[in-house]
């Protein structure tokens, strides 16, 4: 796989030279910090039951939730694969125990690779090498049992499930088919499953209404799933859309130039600005999804998310001194203290407690 990707592009090395030449950038020193947000008390792997005996009860949308994207392409699993499909570097398990929230699933259905069942891809190098699709030697199956024995051990937290088909074609009516009976099976009856619909119901469900459960959102359409379904432009610097009674909002910008990352951190910082400028009356009624992530072919991926995760970090530590939410921050890294993904899933909790 390394040999077609070097092969496919005679200038890889020659745009490597360019940028260490151009912008100095090197894979081990990108921005840095000395900025640090405190938890105190707080623990990451309960800290949404920590907020009960500070604020009450609250909605989604007044919370500020650390998330990773293509949760399942990490190093234990991936590696041995090809390091450009590693976008974490630690497991959902552990994902979970340090305080992620929101986990960016994409699956597939392919007997070649889980024969009984739903497995996890990563499909994004796939858009720029025209590779087939990598399946992440994990099954949806093995997941959901992962969440499950964490939300046993912590019953006062929930988690977020973004849901997308890749790799196969089901009818999406065979695939959320497929998906409920996994998500049954995994030990998800309907009653874990929390039930929200912004065509229906007028704000974001309370924490208290999804404790020890899953939330389900899609890209796609639901068909009837116990979830609800959000699409948006691919690599969008920024987009809202009504849906129901819900203002969705999105950053998923995945292009990212080392000559030039500004343009994708002020595109980070752009909505995260116009999360926090959310009268707090109107923060139930708006969802706010905000990618870190990205990818270049010229740049390894622990440099792009130290540059990102660094910037995003410096930047909450200036602006985020209240409590004002900045919704859902998805990264790549996430815990990993050399590319400051330690830092920045700190950083998301400590912000549900600050101070008004």
């Known amino acids: 796989m390394k040999a077609i990707r070097y092969i496919m592009t005679g200038s890889y090395l020659l745009c490597l030279i360019m940028i260490s030449f151009l912008s100095g950038c090197k894979k081990d020193s990108p921005a840095t910090t000395d900025k640090k947000f405190e938890l105190g008390s707080v ?30 392409a990490d190093w234990y699993h991936v590696n041995d694969i090809d390091d450009e499909y590693v976008t974490q570097r630690y ?44 399946y992440l030697h994990q099954s949806f199956q093995s997941v959901l049992t992962t969440i499950d024995a964490f939300l046993n051990d912590n019953p006062s937290e929930m988690v977020i499930l973004l849901i997308h088909q890749v790799h196969s074609s089901l009818d999406l009516i ?89 343009d994708k951190s002020g595109y980070v910082n752009q909505l995260t600005d116009q999360c926090r400028s959310v009268p707090k009356s109107n923060q139930p009624e708006n969802l706010f999804i ?10 390894d991926r622990g440099f792009i998310a130290a540059s990102m995760n660094t910037s995003t970090f410096n930047y ?34 400590a912000i549900n407690f600050n101070k008004d």
Request: hydrophobic share 35%; proline share 3%; glycine share 10%.
């Open 43 to 72: 623990l990451q792997k309960n800290w949404m039951g920590q907020l009960d005996s500070l604020y009450g009860d609250v909605s989604l949308g007044e919370l500020t939730i650390p998330g990773t994207h293509l949760s399942g």
């Open 174 to 262: 065979d695939f959320w088919g497929m998906v409920t009976a996994e998500v049954a099976d995994g030990g998800f009856s309907s009653e874990r499953i929390v039930d929200y619909d912004p065509t229906k119901d007028t704000k974001l469900p309370l924490l208290s209404e999804c404790r020890n459960k899953l939330l389900f959102m899609s890209t796609q359409h639901t068909y009837g799933f116990e979830g609800f379904s959000f699409s948006w432009p691919s690599n969008t610097s920024g987009y809202s859309k009504l849906v129901g009674n819900l203002n969705c909002h999105v950053q998923d910008m995945s292009k990212w130039d080392c000559f030039v990352p500004d």
């Open 316 to 349: 909450l530590s200036d602006k985020a001194t209240n409590r004002n939410p900045c919704g859902i921050m998805v990264m790549d890294f996430a815990g990993d203290s050399e590319t400051t993904g330690e830092q920045l899933v700190d950083a998301c909790i």
């Open 91 to 134: 497991k959902i398990s552990d994902q979970l125990e340090m305080g992620i929230r929101f986990l960016d699933l994409r699956l597939g259905y392919d007997t070649r690779d889980y024969p009984t069942g739903l497995g996890l891809y990563n499909d994004e190098v796939n858009q720029i090498f025209m590779n087939d699709d990598i």
């Open 290 to 299: 905000n990618f870190t992530s990205a990818y270049d072919i010229c740049s």
